[in-house]
Every structure is written in structure tokens, then in C-alpha cells.
């Protein structure tokens, strides 16, 4: 029988790799490697930190990015459970309570009756009623500064540019209009 000779010679880096598996070392190097070696840096929960131009955050053990509209998705958040009373939302009933009152719909029903006994209701319901006309007012007094700022000139389906005539006494509406929701804001008690 003849001698069978090995035409491939194992290098360094092949034996090292077997030595590793048997070892159970799986992820250990088998050459040495020169060069870049990337800074690890712990991080904690809550801290922040720039890198590459961007805000990053930990939350829940998990590396996340911090943009711009965080505050906003922030304040759109409906929980699972109400903060108040720890007990499941019901997303059609309690949604529309959650953000006006931070709270499930059973936990307004218990404020508004505890107030309703303490004789506090109208005061409660009058500041209610101001905030959301004081809103409303501000609202229709931008609705009317834009369209006073608006461009007299409208482009038809056709792609001709039409100019219509309006009234040039802008500033004589302006006057009467902020006149008028003044008016309406020194009867609110907010």
C-alpha cells in the first residue's frame, strides 16, 4: 500500500481554529489583527449622548434615536392602562378623556361627581368653556390673518392665472375683527 502523503499544508490560523472548537471557544481569534480598534463605551439607562450628528438615548436597555418629534409622539401616547386607577383603557370610551384629563373615562366621572359635591362644578365647567372658546378664538383670528394675507390671484384648472378684486380696506377689517375678539376675550374669565 502506498503512502498517502497531505497536498495541502494547515497553516497556523487553521490550527489555532480547531484548537478553539474543540475547546469550545468559538469566538476566539485565530490571527492577530493590527490596526483600528473601535472605543466600546458603556452606557447607561437614560443617558444622552451625541455621536455622529445625532441625539441617542437607552430606553428599556435598548440604543435609540432622539429627533425632533419625540416631544409631540410624547404627548400622542395612549397607554394601556389608565395612570389614575391602573386599570385597561378602552380605547373608543377612554381615548377622548385620556387627553384632556390624563385619565381613564371612569376616573373623570369620580373627579367630576367629587366636584359636583364640593359644589366646585361650575367653576370647573366655566374654566373648560374658556379654554376651549379662547382657543377657538385664536384659531379664527389666524384663519382670518391668512386669508387677509392671501394673494388676490388664483390659477383655474385650465392653468390661467385670474385676478380678483377684494376689497382694499384690509387693514379697516383687520381693526374691526381683532376689535371684536378682544371684545369676546374680556368677557372670558380664564
Not at 111 to 120: D, F, I, Q, S
Not at 164 to 185: A, C, F, M, P, V
Request: hydrophobic residues 30%; contains cysteine.
Amino acid at each position: 500500500m502506498s503512502e498517502s502523503i497531505l497536498k495541502k499544508e494547515f497553516v497556523e490560523s487553521d490550527l489555532q481554529r480547531m484548537r478553539n472548537l474543540v475547546t469550545k471557544k468559538f469566538g476566539d481569534s485565530t490571527k492577530v489583527q493590527v490596526g483600528y480598534k473601535k472605543e466600546i463605551i458603556d452606557r447607561i439607562e437614560g443617558e444622552i449622548w451625541e455621536e455622529n450628528g445625532k441625539k441617542w438615548t437607552i430606553k428599556n436597555g435598548i440604543k435609540s434615536n432622539i429627533g425632533k418629534l419625540d416631544t409631540i409622539r410624547e404627548q400622542l401616547h395612549f397607554p394601556l392602562i389608565c395612570p389614575n386607577c391602573n386599570k385597561p383603557m378602552n380605547v373608543k370610551l377612554d381615548k377622548k378623556f385620556y387627553f384632556y384629563h390624563k385619565q381613564c373615562f371612569n376616573c373623570v366621572i369620580d373627579m367630576e361627581h367629587k366636584l359636583r359635591v364640593e359644589g366646585k362644578w361650575e367653576d370647573y365647567q366655566n374654566k373648560y368653556i374658556n379654554i376651549s372658546t379662547n382657543q377657538a378664538l385664536i384659531e379664527l383670528e389666524q384663519e382670518i390673518e391668512d386669508f387677509l394675507n392671501s394673494t388676490d390671484s388664483f390659477v383655474t384648472e385650465q392653468g390661467d392665472v385670474e385676478s380678483w378684486s377684494t376689497n382694499n380696506d384690509k387693514d379697516k377689517i383687520r381693526n374691526e375683527i381683532k376689535e371684536y375678539i378682544k371684545n369676546i376675550k374680556s368677557k372670558l374669565t380664564i
